[in-house]
Each structure stands twice: as structure tokens, then as C-alpha cells.
């Protein structure tokens, strides 16, 4: 353990820490979210909907905390992987962890025939990896064992945490904030204006609504492209061979769309869908293939 | 008083000091030793699948008892070594005998094709890459011991506390090298 602690220390350090920081940054929208639905709705009800909204944004957030592998794996329909017949994905996640010096991570398989993979849970020991069937099925044993190794990275410098609870996380904020666009939509349309003084509070509603889960995902896109670096780079301190990767990024050039939730899609190996725009979760493959060229 | 203050402060920070060091160096004995229990499993492992194979080969290589005896030669060896040393060269001594004797098997058409034979084959090499996995981790471990063992100021705590430099592993030619067969 020793060994990776030191050697990831700055990452697991940072990822710890942007951790806590999300979930503060989450703890205080949702309970602002809970403010002005307040106002928007009922000022009378002041208290009682903060005090409710404080205590929903806890659990809300502890049971994201402790769970986030199981609804990462749910919301992509992972299911156990077999010793017997994908022996080939223990065997090499075993041989990478004796040289990592990790615990062994709990593996999950997907249907899915196109070529990817994730690793999530809250730290090492409760670490979850869930590759698709096609991953298996068109790569070779080295190029398997590159894509688990950079799996392996992600779980061994703490990226799982920060990233799973920032889909957990955030995923969940997109949802309550449509649920509180869509009533407010329903309500303005219903009732007259009798209360004026709330026109405010509703306008800061909605601004909150919009901008909460799109402010998140900024933060979140911009250290997740580093850590795709990071995670190739470490990979191949455990394969010590950059060759099985940069073949498995190639084979992955010829991947069709995926269709997973845009909350979870940054935690893959690759990036699920091709549509480009401006908060692109990784780095462009070509690129990553050329530094792992240089290695 | 101010004085008895300072005294003290710096005190309790070399105390820190020299309880950090002693820490890091038991923290880094752990893992090799952690390393060398996870070798230790996966020699057991191969030594432990060894009779099946034996057993799976014997029908269809009757005219290889030569390899065959040195396989279970090998397996003796490993099972009896009871140091470090002894376990981890005898454990490259069967994996090489095992090579030999898949590489023979490359002539058996009938044993190629036999289910058993083939598990054992993959597991065996499953097990091979696990020892390869460990070694390295192994190896990394003594790389960091020596690290802090050797350059200052890890050295003089190494040497206050009687710690050495350790051995790196190495890993024999012919595991490197493919295995190649004379007829």
C-alpha cells in the first residue's frame, strides 16, 4: 500500500479534498434550492421547508456517499461478473492488483458490445469495476489488462470518490431541479400573481435550477481530461508497458455510441458518445495514444 | 521559562522526527514482507495444481517420462524449501520444467485437445503472470526501502536502527527468454 500511497499521494490528496469541497458546494444548492422553493411557493412554510431541506440534503447526500458504486452500476445495468466464464477479467485484475498492492475490487459485466469500461466506489476497499461484454470479447489479454489497469488507477488515487459522487451527486441535483422547473412552470401557468414579492424568489428559483447542475459539471470536466492523463500514465507503472493500452484506445477509435446517462458518462474509459461540444468529459484518444507513445 | 519551552518544543519534534522514520521504514518492511506472502500463495497455488497435471499429461506422454519426473522433481523441491531464497528458486525452477513440458505438448495433437488439459494450461499460465505481478511488486517495495535506506537523512536513521539494504529480486533468464526445445 505504501508504495501507491506515496507514489499517488498528491492525486489521492486533491481528490479527497475536491471531495469534501463538492460535497459542501452540494450540501448549500440543495439547501438554497430548498430557500427559494420556499419562497416560491409558500413563505409561511419558511422554516419548516428549510429545516426539511436541510435534512434531505444530508441523506440525500450520505446515502450517495455509501451507495454510489451500487446506483453507478444500476443506472448502467451492471450485473456480477462469473469467476468461470469471464475468468480471464479476475485473473488479470488479480495479477494487477498484487501489483498494485490494492485490495481486490468487486467486477461487474454490462451488455454492451461496444468496448468500455469504469471503476467506481468511495475508496480502494470499496471499489467496484464493470466492463461491457464487448471489451471482452474484442480485446486481446494484453489490451484487457491495459484497460484494467488504467481502471485500477483510477481506484488506487481516489478519482472513483470524487467522480462517482460527482455523478452521484450531481445527476440527482439535474433531477430535483427539473422536478422544481416543471412545477413552476405548472403553477405560474394555473394561478394568478396575488403574491408579488415572490416574483423574486422565483426568478432566483429558476437561475438556481438552471445554473446548479451546469456549474457542477464544470467543476467536474475540468480535472476529469487531467485524470484520464494521470490514469494512463499510472496504468503503465503497473503493466509497465504502454502496448496493451494504446491498442485497446485504437480498437476503442472504432466504437459506436453507447447509450448510458449523461451523469455517469465521464466516469468511462472512453467517452460513450461521439457527439464533441465544449464540456467534453476526456481527452481526445489520438492524444492520449501519442503520450503513451512517448512512454 | 521561555527557555524550558523551547527545549522542550524541539525535543518532541526530533522525537517526531525520529518516530516518522522508524515508521516509514516498518511501513515498507511490511509491504515487502506482504509481497513476498502474496509470491508465497501463487508458488503454493502451482505447486498445488501440479499433480492434475501430472496426472492429465501421463496417458498421452508415455515416452516423456523425463519431463514429467523433473516436473515432480521441481514440485518437491518447492513444496520442501523453506526460505525465501530457497522457495522463490525453486519456484522458477518448476515454472521452467512446466514450460518444457507445454512446449512438448505442442507435439500432442490428442493432449491439446483434452478440456482438462487446457484449464490447467490456462490456469497455469494465469498463475505465472500473478508471480510476475507480485515479483514487481515486490521489487517496488525494495526499491523504496533502499531509496530512504541509502540517501541522507533516511541512511543515518537506517543505520541508528540497524537497517540494511535489501535484495531486488531477479528474475531468472528463462523466465524472460522464451523456453526452447531440443529434439
Known amino acids: 500500500m505504501e508504495q501507491v500511497r506515496l507514489s499517488f499521494y498528491d492525486e489521492i490528496r486533491n481528490n479527497k479534498i475536491y471531495s469534501v469541497l463538492l460535497i459542501f458546494f452540494v450540501f448549500v444548492i440543495l439547501v438554497a434550492l430548498g430557500y427559494a422553493i420556499s419562497f416560491a411557493f409558500d413563505p409561511s412554510y419558511f422554516f419548516f421547508i428549510l429545516v426539511l431541506s436541510i435534512v434531505i440534503s444530508i441523506l440525500y447526500i450520505w446515502i450517495g456517499y455509501y451507495n454510489s458504486a451500487s446506483i453507478a452500476i444500476a443506472s448502467v445495468g451492471g450485473i456480477v461478473a462469473n469467476p468461470r466464464e469471464h475468468k480471464i477479467f479476475f485473473d488479470l485484475v488479480e495479477g494487477l492488483t498484487l501489483a498494485s498492492g490494492l485490495p481486490m475490487p468487486k467486477l461487474y459485466v454490462m451488455k454492451n458490445d461496444q468496448i468500455n469500461a469504469f471503476a467506481s466506489g468511495r475508496d480502494p476497499k470499496h471499489a467496484v469495476i464493470c466492463i461491457t461484454t464487448g471489451t471482452l470479447e474484442k480485446l486481446n489479454k494484453q489490451e484487457l489488462e491495459g484497460v484494467l489497469s488504467h481502471e485500477l488507477s483510477h481506484i488506487a488515487n481516489y478519482d472513483i470518490r470524487f467522480m462517482t459522487l460527482t455523478a452521484v451527486l450531481v445527476g440527482m441535483i439535474a433531477i430535483i431541479s427539473e422536478i422544481f422547473l416543471r412545477s413552476m412552470w405548472n403553477q405560474s401557468r394555473s394561478s394568478n400573481d396575488d403574491n408579488k414579492g415572490n416574483g423574486i424568489f422565483l426568478i432566483i428559483g429558476i437561475v438556481l435550477a438552471i445554473l446548479a447542475p451546469i456549474i457542477v459539471q464544470l467543476v467536474q470536466l475540468a480535472i476529469s481530461r487531467k485524470r484520464e492523463f494521470v490514469a494512463d500514465a499510472s496504468a503503465v507503472k503497473f503493466t509497465r508497458t504502454p502496448t496493451g493500452l494504446i491498442g485497446a484506445l485504437s480498437k476503442i477509435k472504432e466504437n459506436r455510441d453507447m447509450k448510458v446517462s449523461g451523469a455517469v458518462a465521464p466516469l468511462f474509459l472512453a467517452k460513450p458518445n461521439r457527439v464533441s461540444n465544449l464540456f467534453e468529459t476526456h481527452p481526445p484518444l489520438e492524444v492520449r495514444i501519442e503520450k503513451l507513445r512517448k512512454m | ?183
Open chain 2, 1 to 183: 521559562m521561555t527557555m524550558w519551552w523551547i527545549i522542550g518544543g524541539v525535543v518532541v519534534i526530533i522525537a517526531i522526527i525520529f518516530f516518522t522514520y522508524y515508521n516509514r521504514f516498518a511501513r515498507l518492511i511490511n509491504q515487502i514482507e506482504n509481497s513476498f506472502s502474496q509470491i508465497d500463495v501463487q508458488l503454493k497455488k502451482r505447486a498445488d495444481l501440479v499433480p492434475n497435471l501430472v496426472a492429465s499429461v501421463k496417458g498421452y506422454m508415455k515416452h516423456e517420462k523425463g519431463i514429467i519426473d523433473s516436473v515432480t522433481e521441481a514440485r518437491k523441491s518447492l513444496v520442501g524449501a523453506r526460505d525465501f531464497a530457497g522457495k522463490v528458486r525453486a519456484g522458477d525452477q518448476l515454472q521452467a520444467a512446466i514450460g518444457r513440458l507445454f512446449a512438448i505438448a505442442e507435439n500432442y495433437p490428442n493432449l491439446k485437445a483434452n478440456e482438462n488439459f487446457l484449464q490447467l494450461q490456462t490456469e497455469m499460465s494465469a498463475i505465472e503472470d500473478k508471480i510476475a505481478y507480485a515479483r514487481q511488486y515486490y521489487n517496488d517495495g525494495i526499491m523504496s526501502y533502499n531509496t530512504i535506506t541509502t540517501t541522507i537523512p533516511g541512511t543515518w536513521f537506517a543505520s541508528l536502527y540497524g537497517f540494511k539494504k535489501k535484495d531486488y529480486l531477479h528474475i531468472p533468464d528463462k523466465e524472460r527468454a522464451p523456453i526452447k526445445v531440443d529434439f
